[in-house]
């Protein structure tokens, strides 16, 4: 039997489920840049997951089960550059995060997730939708594209 994906607003409750998706994606940053990423940590702290879900400006999608289990996440931030004098005021979504478990992957739970963060963005007046992603998440990459993303900037360095 198929399961029933529903997407929807996080809530407080999501705490424990959001946490363990979050040391999922930093795991995956470790294991690709652990120059860059410490291990066997996340990148909200209990406090600032709680806050983020209660800011307008950052919305939270989830994807829930028939049981309201986590199964997937979307943070993002709305952005806007007022009365820049090199920018347009145009409003974007910006996905800071998005995270399926690696238990679910492969039942389209980010795609239809990826959908509702599109349709919010619509709803919510905006442009156009952004991320990044790190080219040591080549999984992450071929996702987006198929997703139909294209490079909007590329970030580039030389270590040293």
């Known amino acids: 039997m198929k399961s029933e994906i ?3 607003s996080a809530k407080d409750e ?40 209660h800011d307008k400006n950052t919305p939270v999608l989830i994807a829930a089960d028939e049981n309201d289990q ?16 090199i920018l347009t005021d145009i409003k974007t979504l910006y996905i800071d995060d998005l995270c399926v478990d ?26 156009n939708v952004t991320l990044n992603v790190w080219s040591c998440n080549e999984s992450a990459m071929r996702f987006y594209e198929k997703m139909g993303l294209v490079p909007q900037k590329i970030g580039m360095e030389k270590i040293l």
């Open 102 to 127: 690696e238990k679910e992957r492969g039942k389209h739970i980010g795609s239809k997730l990826y959908e509702a963060v599109l349709d919010f963005a619509r709803e919510s007046g905006c442009y």
């Open 70 to 85: 986590v199964m997937g996440y979307a943070f993002c931030i709305f952005q806007q550059h007022k009365d820049s004098h």
């Open 14 to 53: 999501d705490l424990e489920g959001i946490k363990s998706l979050l040391l999922q994606v930093l795991t995956v940053h470790h294991e690709g840049r652990p120059d860059l990423f410490k291990g066997n940590t996340r990148k909200y702290t209990d406090s600032e997951i709680i806050s983020i879900i």
């Open 6 to 8: 529903i997407v929807r």
